[in-house]
């Protein structure tokens, strides 16, 4: 499933979230897994996963570096990226 790309997904990179925007912005667990790596892609993450190079790969932003380990995340990222995988995981177990 593809994410609609001017839906306000943006918010992903400057604002904290919350578990209620996730639950009314976000359907789905792939479209949980798109968004955390959308802060990844922002700063040029070079992705391993083959349906991740090709999602991002057609966003026009999106520019793969060479250094993965050279992509430092702000405070405001981080916490996201842990929202969001805590999300993934409860949508995981409520699937079970």
């Given at each position: 499933?593809?994410?609609?790309?001017?839906?306000?997904?943006?918010?992903?990179?400057?604002?904290l979230?919350?578990?209620?925007?996730?639950?009314?912005?976000?359907?789905?667990?792939?479209?949980l897994?798109?968004?955390?790596?959308?802060?990844?892609?922002?700063?040029?993450?070079?992705?391993q996963?083959?349906?991740?190079?090709?999602?991002?790969?057609?966003?026009?932003?999106?520019?793969?570096?060479?250094?993965?380990?050279?992509?430092?995340?702000?405070?405001?990222?981080?916490?996201?990226?842990?929202?969001?995988?805590?999300?993934?995981?409860?949508?995981?177990?409520?699937?079970?």
């Open positions: 499933m593809m994410m609609k790309q001017e839906e306000p997904w943006n918010a992903v990179n400057s604002e979230l919350n578990r209620a925007y996730l639950h009314g912005m976000v359907s789905s667990k792939q479209e897994r798109l968004l955390r790596n959308k802060i990844l892609a922002y700063h040029g993450y070079r992705f996963s083959k349906d991740l190079q090709e999602y991002f790969g057609k966003i026009g932003w999106y520019k793969p570096g060479n250094d993965n380990n050279a992509i430092k995340l702000d405070i405001v990222e981080q916490t996201n990226i842990q929202l969001i995988k805590s999300e993934e995981a409860d949508r995981t177990e409520e699937a079970l």
